[in-house]
């Protein structure tokens, strides 16, 4: 069999995105990575929650599983337990991630199962039409908030670094070839890798756009002996950069959750026999007389 | 010579209650009595009075006494709260520490045992409870040889001399007992047991033991009372079995992460209590859309909101049937003895299986941790059955078609593939989609996925075992007792009562709330000259539910009781007395 392509991962759905969305170039890079990779689309679960991004597992062409708003990662999570040779990516908006699934999102870092979580971050609610987005800036004037926001925009990469996150990487939707080896590096990564995507919303964002970002972003790889695996380092020249740095923030070697999970089958779970050995139910019967 | 006694052991909590209604318990039943313990407990972990009844039987018992035979005090609250249910011929066996005091109009004799003081010549103090298990014996005439083996089991790792120690202390209380009854006539022995082999469980034990026999291998779940025995109970099996317990961070990520278990192929559960449920609600709406097959335990307690935590209540019902917004296929099974709980329990993953479609099993507090006595499970009565789950899938001539995950057949219910499966990619999606899973919202398509959902349930009542449980000895019946969940072994004994007195009494116990066995039910409610529900809500939702599906609703009268406790026989029996002399009841 030849190796898969991105082709591959096209199905022909076209997005409903607005034309010059930031998601169809992540769409493109997801498609892109799985094939670098070397995966083929049946060993690909993608699990995405709701909002304009959370449409992508509509538009990948492998299993995808489009969930309820803000629940992605448990139902990845849950994928991912019942069968751990699928490769699982979570997908969806900066609202779905930081302010509905917030909880979430802070607990699968910290519980580490090994899941690739790619939020795009637009900074702003793009399906209901244009409200505030825990990620939007001071000021950002939306119609929830006429006279600008006045809570202070979550930053997502130090609350990764906070949460004990094992992959922490932050990228921008037009620069797909960065984008694209970022996805990749996270899928190879075991554990949990989080990135966060700048994929700007042409419609409801007129502040952060792809102009804004050209200006204000800075490459790691440009900053001179940039240590990814050195926790205090990625922090601190997070916090000197005001967060906007794109690149593998950190990356941390621990193991799995699935690794530590006491008497968890090497063999995925769903392709088991499910029949109880009988001495196995005796005995269980048994303690209780 | 009796043939049940009814002991209670009170104290303040976290001082070895348990371990004494335990120990005690755990002999009998080995001595083949049937045993049905409650206990009575405040959310405190430490003080607060708490005590543990239990039920000692030669048959079978499924409920609560309001009475009371021997009552074993620790302190003096436990006498003022509880000697009111003890009758004449009743004992009290109370520390001698504390200088126990009768109250005035108390009908049962005090004896005052120096529990602490036999424990520490033994030992320690904290081998008061060995003390008080001996002046039982004494009480009901048996000997205490057949709590050796217990003895042996919980201090054996700790070495014969502890052994030794505790079953003097046992010895020691026995004899003092034995001494301070004098010669007092033999009204509280007990009759001897049949010596049959039998388990002794929680409601709780039950659920998860029946979920592991099917096959379950992965909990999600958030500890709650009365729920959290059961992912307690499941962390320490499903290992040996390569599962696991995951402890979530809230309901929703439960009940989400089951879904995704589901989806991919492995049967994976969560339980929680109402307010869980409350959170859980979208999801599994997410399950009825999708055909995701779930269950979901629901061990009631005393709502709204925090409510009662620690007290039985049955007031979910409504939220169950209908919580999740939309329409959706979903099954509401409700077990009412520790013994369905196991067989139910499993049973519900086949439905879940077979239907594609989240399952309620339901269940109250009094069924979750009431400890009962169960014939021993049989693990050839569990099948398990996958439903439509495809191992491979033909490749398809259109490239860019999706496996039609669901198709429109007859039965409503389409073929699943599980991902990871080759030609089998399809989407799966909360919106309304296509048979491939694409978001559509074509009215032709919305009203066929519809449909197709809502008839895959068309015949699972007629397949479901037994969704009533009827005990009808009358064809024409002065009164038709209703109810589910714990409440069945107080209708069955109020229902002994009555025919005492030749009233003709039948008793359906509802077994598959939703959907609602309208047919199954309808003969007996016909028959029935009154039909009276029990239910332990303030509002009569399974009554509503009947009225709604069966009808007849001038002859349909609620008995209620939302006070915490569960029902007792008598109030059944009572309340069944009022409904026929007055053709209504106001308690
Ligand atoms: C429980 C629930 N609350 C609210 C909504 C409505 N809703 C859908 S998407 C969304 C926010 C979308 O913003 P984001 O997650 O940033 O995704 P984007 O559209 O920007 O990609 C909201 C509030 C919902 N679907 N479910
Ligand atoms: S509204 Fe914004 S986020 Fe949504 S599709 Fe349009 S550009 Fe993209
Ligand atoms: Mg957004």
Same mark, same amino acid.
């Given at each position: 069999?030849?190796?898969?392509?991105?082709?591959?991962?096209?199905?022909?759905?076209?997005?409903?995105?607005?034309?010059?969305?930031?998601?169809?170039?992540?769409?493109?890079?997801?498609?892109?990575?799985?094939?670098?990779?070397?995966?083929?689309?049946?060993?690909?679960?993608?699990?995405?929650?709701?909002?304009?991004?959370?449409?992508?597992?509509? @538009?990948?062409?492998?299993?995808?599983?489009?969930?309820?708003?803000?629940?992605?990662?448990?139902?990845?999570?849950?994928?991912?337990?019942?069968?751990?040779?699928?490769?699982?990516?979570?997908?969806?908006?900066?609202?779905?991630? !930081?302010?509905?699934?917030?909880?979430?999102?802070?607990?699968?870092?910290?519980?580490?199962? &090994?899941?690739?979580?790619?939020?795009?971050?637009?900074?702003? /609610?793009?399906?209901?039409?244009?409200?505030?987005?825990?990620?939007?800036?001071?000021?950002?004037?939306?119609?929830?908030?006429?006279? %600008?926001?006045?809570?202070?925009?979550?930053?997502?990469?130090?609350?990764?670094?906070?949460?004990?996150?094992?992959?922490?990487?932050?990228?921008?939707?037009?620069?797909?070839?960065?984008?694209?080896?970022?996805?990749?590096?996270?899928?190879?990564?075991?554990?949990?890798?989080?990135?966060?995507? !700048?994929?700007?919303?042409?419609?409801?964002?007129?502040?952060?756009?792809?102009?804004?970002?050209?200006?204000?972003?800075?490459?790691?790889?440009?900053?001179?002996?940039?240590?990814?695996?050195?926790?205090?380092?990625?922090?601190?020249?997070?916090?000197?950069?005001?967060?906007?740095?794109?690149?593998?923030?950190?990356?941390? &070697?621990?193991?799995?959750?699935?690794?530590?999970?006491?008497?968890?089958?090497?063999?995925?779970?769903?392709?088991?026999?499910?029949?109880?050995?009988?001495? /196995?139910?005796?005995?269980?019967?048994?303690? #209780?007389? | 010579?009796?043939?049940?006694?009814?002991?209670?052991? %009170?104290?303040?909590?976290?001082?070895?209650?348990?371990?004494? %209604?335990?120990?005690?318990?755990?002999?009998?039943?080995?001595?083949? @009595?049937?045993?049905?313990? /409650?206990?009575?407990?405040?959310?405190?972990?430490?003080?607060?009075?708490?005590?543990?009844?239990?039920?000692?039987?030669?048959?079978?018992?499924?409920?609560?006494?309001?009475?009371?035979?021997?009552?074993?005090?620790?302190?003096?609250?436990?006498? =003022?709260?509880?000697?009111?249910?003890?009758?004449?011929?009743?004992?009290? $066996?109370?520390?001698?520490?504390?200088?126990?005091?009768?109250?005035?109009?108390?009908?049962?004799?005090?004896?005052?045992?120096? !529990?602490?003081?036999?424990?520490?010549?033994?030992?320690?103090?904290?081998?008061?409870?060995?003390?008080?298990?001996?002046?039982?014996?004494?009480?009901?005439?048996?000997?205490?040889?057949? #709590?050796?083996?217990?003895?042996?089991?919980?201090?054996?790792?700790?070495?014969? =001399?502890?052994?030794?120690?505790?079953?003097?202390?046992?010895?020691?209380?026995?004899?003092?007992?034995? &001494?301070?009854?004098?010669?007092?006539?033999?009204?509280?022995?007990?009759?001897?047991?049949?010596?049959?082999?039998?388990?002794?469980?929680? %409601?709780?034990?039950?659920?998860?033991?029946?979920?592991?026999?099917?096959?379950?291998?992965?909990?999600?779940?958030?500890?709650?009372?009365?729920?959290?025995? $059961?992912?307690?109970?499941?962390?320490?099996?499903?290992?040996?079995?390569?599962?696991?317990?995951?402890?979530?961070?809230?309901?929703?990520?439960?009940?989400?992460?089951?879904?995704?278990?589901?989806?991919?192929?492995?049967?994976?559960?969560?339980?929680?209590?109402?307010?869980?449920?409350?959170?859980?609600?979208?999801?599994?709406?997410?399950?009825?859309?999708?055909?995701?097959?779930?269950?979901?335990?629901?061990?009631?307690?005393?709502?709204?909101?925090?409510?009662?935590?620690?007290?039985?209540?049955?007031?979910?019902?409504?939220?169950?049937?209908?919580?999740?917004?939309? =329409?959706?296929?979903?099954?509401?099974?409700?077990?009412?003895?520790?013994?369905?709980? !196991?067989?139910?329990?499993?049973?519900? #993953?086949?439905?879940?299986?077979?239907?594609?479609?989240?399952? $309620?099993?339901?269940?109250?507090?009094?069924?979750?941790?009431?400890?009962?006595?169960?014939?021993?499970?049989?693990?050839?009565?569990?099948?398990?059955?996958?439903?439509?789950?495809?191992?491979?899938?033909?490749?398809?001539?259109?490239?860019?078609?999706?496996?039609?995950?669901?198709?429109?057949?007859? =039965?409503?219910?389409?073929?699943?593939?599980?991902?990871?499966?080759?030609?089998?990619?399809?989407?799966?999606?909360?919106?309304?989609?296509?048979?491939?899973?694409?978001?559509?919202?074509?009215?032709?398509?919305?009203?066929?996925?519809?449909?197709?959902?809502?008839?895959?349930?068309?015949?699972?009542?007629?397949?479901?075992?037994?969704?009533?449980?009827?005990?009808?000895?009358?064809?024409?019946?002065?009164?038709?007792?209703?109810?589910?969940?714990?409440?069945?072994?107080?209708?069955?004994?109020?229902?002994?009562?009555?025919?005492?007195?030749?009233?003709?009494?039948?008793?359906?116990?509802?077994?598959?709330?939703?959907?609602?066995?309208?047919?199954?039910?309808?003969?007996?409610?016909?028959?029935?000259?009154?039909?009276?529900?029990?239910?332990?809500?303030?509002?009569?939702?399974?009554?509503?539910?009947?009225?709604?599906?069966?009808?007849?609703?001038?002859?349909?009268?609620?008995?209620?009781?939302?006070?915490?406790?569960?029902?007792?026989?008598?109030?059944?029996?009572?309340?069944?007395?009022?409904?026929?002399?007055?053709?209504?009841?106001?308690?």
């Amino acid at each position: 069999m030849s190796p898969s392509t991105f082709k591959d991962f096209r199905n022909n759905v076209k997005p409903n995105w607005c034309p010059g969305c930031g998601d169809f170039s992540v769409q493109s890079a997801i498609q892109r990575a799985a094939a670098n990779v070397g995966l083929t689309p049946e060993d690909l679960a993608l699990v995405s929650g709701i909002g304009c991004s959370g449409r992508i597992s509509g @538009y990948i062409n492998s299993y995808g599983f489009h969930g309820t708003h803000g629940r992605a990662l448990p139902i990845a999570q849950g994928v991912k337990m019942a069968n751990r040779d699928l490769t699982v990516v979570a997908a969806g908006g900066d609202g779905d991630g !930081f302010a509905i699934g917030i909880g979430h999102t802070i607990h699968a870092m910290r519980r580490n199962m &090994d899941i690739t979580y790619i939020v795009m971050d637009n900074q702003v /609610y793009g399906l209901t039409k244009g409200q505030t987005s825990p990620r939007s800036d001071d000021g950002f004037v939306t119609s929830s908030t006429p006279d %600008g926001s006045i809570e202070q925009a979550l930053p997502p990469m130090e609350t990764a670094l906070m949460s004990g996150a094992t992959f922490v990487a932050q990228s921008f939707s037009t620069e797909i070839k960065e984008l694209t080896a970022t996805i990749e590096a996270g899928i190879q990564h075991k554990g949990f890798s989080i990135i966060n995507v !700048f994929s700007p919303c042409v419609t409801y964002n007129k502040v952060n756009t792809y102009d804004w970002f050209k200006e204000n972003l800075t490459k790691l790889s440009d900053i001179e002996g940039y240590d990814n695996t050195n926790r205090t380092q990625a922090m601190t020249t997070l916090m000197e950069h005001n967060s906007l740095v794109t690149g593998i923030i950190y990356q941390e &070697d621990r193991p799995a959750y699935e690794d530590m999970v006491k008497g968890y089958d090497e063999k995925p779970l769903a392709h088991q026999d499910l029949a109880l050995d009988p001495d /196995y139910f005796e005995s269980l019967v048994g303690e #209780f007389m | 010579m009796r043939e049940e006694i009814i002991w209670k052991v %009170g104290g303040q909590q976290g001082e070895g209650i348990e371990s004494t %209604g335990e120990i005690f318990s755990v002999g009998m039943n080995r001595l083949g @009595y049937h045993l049905y313990g /409650y206990r009575h407990f405040s959310s405190r972990i430490k003080g607060g009075h708490t005590n543990n009844k239990v039920r000692v039987s030669t048959e079978k018992v499924n409920a609560v006494s309001e009475e009371l035979d021997i009552l074993v005090a620790f302190d003096q609250e436990s006498i =003022d709260v509880n000697y009111h249910e003890l009758s004449e011929g009743g004992v009290i $066996i109370a520390d001698a520490k504390f200088k126990p005091e009768n109250p005035a109009d108390s009908k049962a004799d005090l004896h005052a045992v120096p !529990f602490t003081e036999i424990a520490k010549e033994h030992g320690t103090a904290l081998m008061k409870n060995m003390v008080a298990i001996g002046a039982t014996c004494a009480v009901l005439r048996m000997e205490v040889e057949v #709590f050796t083996s217990i003895i042996q089991e919980i201090f054996g790792r700790k070495g014969e =001399d502890m052994v030794e120690k505790n079953m003097q202390a046992m010895q020691a209380g026995f004899h003092y007992m034995k &001494d301070s009854l004098g010669n007092e006539e033999e009204s509280l022995s007990l009759a001897a047991a049949d010596g049959e082999k039998r388990m002794y469980m929680i %409601g709780n034990d039950a659920i998860a033991l029946g979920a592991l026999a099917a096959g379950v291998r992965m909990m999600p779940a958030y500890p709650i009372t009365p729920a959290s025995d $059961i992912m307690e109970y499941l962390i320490k099996k499903l290992p040996d079995v390569g599962g696991t317990v995951i402890q979530t961070e809230d309901e929703i990520a439960a009940c989400s992460m089951a879904i995704g278990s589901n989806y991919a192929g492995v049967r994976s559960l969560t339980a929680s209590a109402g307010p869980g449920l409350s959170l859980m609600m979208e999801a599994i709406g997410l399950a009825g859309m999708t055909e995701t097959p779930l269950v979901v335990v629901d061990t009631q307690r005393g709502g709204p909101s925090t409510g009662l935590p620690t007290k039985q209540e049955q007031s979910d019902l409504m939220q169950m049937i209908y919580g999740t917004h939309g =329409d959706i296929p979903k099954v509401v099974m409700a077990p009412s003895t520790a013994d369905e709980a !196991f067989y139910d329990a499993a049973e519900s #993953f086949n439905i879940a299986d077979e239907y594609q479609c989240p399952v $309620i099993l339901l269940s109250d507090l009094q069924l979750s941790l009431s400890k009962q006595t169960v014939e021993p499970f049989d693990l050839t009565q569990v099948d398990i059955r996958r439903g439509k789950v495809l191992d491979e899938v033909k490749e398809r001539e259109d490239k860019n078609a999706y496996f039609k995950r669901y198709q429109v057949t007859e =039965d409503g219910i389409s073929p699943r593939v599980l991902p990871g499966t080759k030609n089998g990619i399809h989407h799966v999606t909360g919106l309304e989609h296509n048979e491939e899973g694409r978001p559509t919202e074509a009215t032709q398509n919305r009203k066929d996925q519809m449909e197709k959902r809502m008839r895959k349930l068309d015949r699972l009542v007629e397949r479901f075992p037994n969704p009533v449980a009827v005990n009808a000895p009358h064809e024409e019946s002065d009164l038709l007792l209703v109810g589910f969940n714990a409440t069945r072994g107080a209708i069955e004994e109020a229902m002994a009562e009555l025919e005492k007195e030749g009233i003709k009494a039948n008793h359906a116990h509802i077994r598959l709330i939703h959907p609602f066995p309208t047919e199954q039910l309808k003969p007996y409610v016909d028959a029935a000259k009154q039909v009276l529900v029990v239910e332990n809500n303030a509002t009569g939702q399974l009554a509503n539910i009947i009225k709604m599906n069966v009808g007849q609703i001038d002859k349909i009268h609620s008995h209620l009781k939302f006070d915490g406790d569960p029902f007792y026989p008598e109030e059944i029996y009572q309340g069944s007395k009022e409904l026929l002399e007055h053709e209504s009841i106001h308690i």
